[in-house]
């Protein structure tokens, strides 16, 4: 049974860093399309980073250049860290992964995944 579980959401001033997790369970990182959705109140949920099975990483142009997905196979982890951040950036933060043998890249990046996911971090920026 596969689980995600996000953690490191918290409060930080415009212009600052903030480094999120999600922690995989019941299979390994390595073999996931996985990344990061945000969802801000009156908005529709949106992805914002991606990195595939392969390695490659891809952004949302809202956050490209200022955020960075990486993946850690030896803690099973992915993480994202958020650098100059902006109030708009304000929202929760969800973990979303499916396998990479039935889920191509191209849909991985434009965000068509959603087989597993995790109950979200909180960012706040002001």
């Known amino acids: 049974h596969v689980q995600l579980v996000e953690s490191g959401g918290g409060s930080v001033q415009a212009g600052g860093s903030l480094t999120i997790s999600c922690s995989v369970s019941?299979?390994?990182?390595?073999?996931?399309?996985i990344g990061w959705f945000r969802e801000a109140p009156g908005k529709k949920t949106v992805g914002i980073a991606h990195?595939?099975?392969?390695?490659?990483?891809n952004y949302d142009d809202s956050v490209k250049g200022r955020f960075t997905i990486s993946k850690d196979n030896a803690t099973n982890t992915v993480s994202l860290r958020m650098t100059s951040l902006k109030p708009e950036d304000t929202a929760k933060y969800i973990c979303?992964?499916?396998?990479?043998?039935?889920?191509?890249?191209?849909?991985?990046?434009?965000?068509?995944?959603?087989?597993?996911w995790g109950q979200g971090t909180q960012v706040t920026v002001s």
């Open positions: 979303a992964a499916d396998y990479s043998r039935w889920t191509p890249k191209h849909d991985c990046f434009g965000g068509y995944y959603n087989h597993y």
């Open positions: 019941g299979t390994t990182v390595s073999g996931l399309c």
């Open positions: 990195i595939y099975s392969d390695d490659t990483p």
